[in-house]
């Protein structure tokens, strides 16, 4: 239905910032809800921030909430992740998805994005 390619991804100090961005291809993006979700090595993969189709909502898990933005702009069919105030715990292969619904779970979420790494230093 819809292809998503992550982009932005890095290494970065404790504390530092990274934006990343995941363009999707289709006719309908705005027809979706977009979200980020990431997976650390040995981990499940955990549920990061959405948002809803025309940015009227936004839900971020409470480990995030305060230091990433997400946003979306559907004339450029792309989703950001802003993440300011960086932590070594936030190391992990960030990948976005959408889906015509919003949610939490990871496996309710109908197509992905094939991830990218973002490496946080001490």
């Known amino acids: 239905q819809v292809q998503l390619v992550e982009s932005g991804g890095g290494l970065v100090q404790a504390g530092g910032s990274l934006r990343l961005s995941c363009a999707a291809s289709?006719?309908?993006?705005?027809?979706?809800?977009m979200g980020w979700f990431r997976q650390a090595p040995g981990k499940d993969r955990e549920f990061v921030a959405a948002?809803?189709?025309?940015?009227?909502?936004?839900y971020y898990a409470n480990s995030v909430k305060g230091r990433f933005t997400i946003s979306r702009d559907n004339a450029k069919n792309t989703v950001y992740l802003q993440m300011n105030s960086l932590k070594p715990e936030d190391t992990a292969v960030y990948y976005c998805?959408?889906?015509?619904?919003?949610?939490?779970?990871?496996?309710?979420?109908?197509?992905w994005g094939q991830g990218t790494q973002v490496t946080v230093s001490s």
């Open positions: 998805a959408a889906d015509r619904n919003l949610g939490v779970v990871a496996a309710f979420w109908a197509s």
């Open positions: 289709g006719r309908t993006f705005s027809d979706y809800a």
């Open positions: 948002i809803s189709r025309n940015s009227a909502a936004s």
